[in-house]
């Protein structure tokens, strides 16, 4: 798939010589996917991404990848911070309340592995914006397919079968810091942001199922 050119001014270069090991997944949050466009590419907001892909499927680039666009913020994953300079962006036109609309799902599942391909990305590194910033950010939001992506080795997938059978919050935390979450976030904000993830209709207290969202470390807890 092609891109169309969009040149957003909003970039620098990664700092220390970094280069992409993650790809971020956001939503856009706005009604019309062409003001997102805009306010993505104006000097204005100082924001940016190096992709957005229209409801219509459209595929348009904003930075190059080699660049570091605008558009990750405060946050961290497996431990390391400057997220914008070891990621790729790419906004999909949702209002976070609807579904992802067929033409850009497989828009993404063409744009993804040819970036994980050039950038050498596993499918541990394609993450959502609220993996990285829990409790500030919710895209790509509960309707957002993981699953699909899974399916197709392009995400980790959720699934472990062996949960514990009495789970705690400390093992919780310490499985969800494994993954990649960040460990100053509190417990309930730790549970939320895996749930929004893995389990997006979950509600209440922590309970096995939530283990699923981890890989099976051991079959005997």
């Not at 913020?73 to 400057?82: N, Y």
């Not at 992506?149 to 959720?158: D, E, I, K």
């Not at 922590?206 to 699923?212: A, K, Q």
Request: one cysteine or more; charged letters at 25%; aromatic letters at 8%.
């Amino acid at each position: 798939m092609r891109p169309i050119p969009h040149p957003s001014p909003n970039f620098g270069p990664r700092r220390d010589g970094l280069t992409p090991s993650l790809i971020v997944l956001h939503y856009t949050a706005m009604a019309d996917p062409m003001e997102a466009l805009d306010r993505l590419s104006s000097p204005e907001f100082e924001v940016s991404a190096h992709y957005l892909i229209h409801r219509d499927g459209r595929l348009f680039q904003l930075v190059d990848e080699d660049m570091r666009a605008w558009h990750a913020g405060a946050g961290t994953w497996g431990g390391l911070d400057d997220i914008n300079s070891r990621s790729i962006g790419i906004e999909i036109d949702n209002d976070g309340a609807s579904p992802f609309s067929e033409p850009q799902m497989s828009a993404l599942e063409a744009l993804l592995p040819a970036i994980m391909t050039r950038w050498d990305i596993l499918p541990g590194g394609v993450i959502g914006h609220s993996d990285m910033a829990p409790g500030r950010k919710t895209d790509p939001g509960p309707r957002f397919d993981w699953a699909r992506l899974a399916r197709q080795g392009l995400c980790v997938p959720s699934g472990n079968a062996h949960p514990p059978k009495h789970p705690t919050e400390a093992e919780f935390r310490a499985r969800a810091i494994a993954a990649g979450y960040a460990d100053a976030a509190d417990d309930a904000t730790l549970l939320n942001a895996v749930r929004l993830r893995h389990r997006p209709w979950a509600t209440g207290p922590l309970c096995s199922e939530d283990f699923t969202a981890f890989p099976d470390r051991s079959r005997t807890t």
